[in-house]
């Protein structure tokens, strides 16, 4: 008999599926081996390739943003007490089209669990659901941006179940996600 490439691998777990049935046929010679362990070398190869690539592009993407945020601040610095509201909509508007969303609000957090609406941006098409001025009830999030917590939902499934107010807020303006970020 002949030592199979399993047993010289000493393998365990299942492999490839077009590899699996030669592992136990092929005898273990010293070329086969070296095949096997060459083919491993180069999946964890091309592994590290690929990680590479995604920290490339996520190097790239905080780049960009950092430029952005750069950018964003300079314009504020300039900007005249007079100017200074429409100068918070259109960095508003700057920032939801940097990061693809479709509203952007700068929102103050008061007494009673209340926040008030300073600024507002709607991208075209969006029906603005509230305007500088107007007093919106969202308890669970004004006590996390008042404590200081970020928060980022891609959905109303990922608010907590506390989050009534805001549940019934995102379902009644068909909101897809959030960025609260205090300031």
Do not use: Y
């Not at 259109?90 to 693809?100: P, S």
């Amino acid at each position: 008999g002949h030592v199979s490439l399993r047993s010289a691998l000493n393998l365990k777990e299942k492999r490839d599926p077009m590899i699996e049935p030669l592992l136990d046929r092929v005898p273990a010679t010293s070329a086969t081996l070296e095949s096997v362990r060459l083919g491993e070398r180069i999946r964890v190869l091309e592994a590290e390739v690929e990680d590479l690539r995604k920290h490339k592009a996520a190097l790239r993407t905080r780049l960009e943003f950092e430029a952005f945020i750069s950018n964003l601040s300079a314009t504020f610095v300039s900007l005249a007490a007079s100017e200074l509201d429409a100068g918070v909509r259109r960095g508003l508007e700057q920032i939801a089209e940097f990061l693809g969303l479709d509203f952007g609000l700068v929102l103050a957090f008061g007494e009673e669990q209340r926040c008030l609406c300073r600024h507002a941006f709607f991208a075209a098409g969006l029906a603005p659901f509230a305007a500088p001025g107007d007093a919106l009830r969202l308890p669970w999030l004004g006590e996390r941006i008042r404590g200081g917590a970020m928060i980022l939902l891609r959905g109303v499934q990922e608010l907590p179940s506390e989050a009534l107010a805001e549940q019934a807020f995102f379902q009644e303006r068909a909101l897809r996600s959030l960025a609260a970020i205090p300031l």
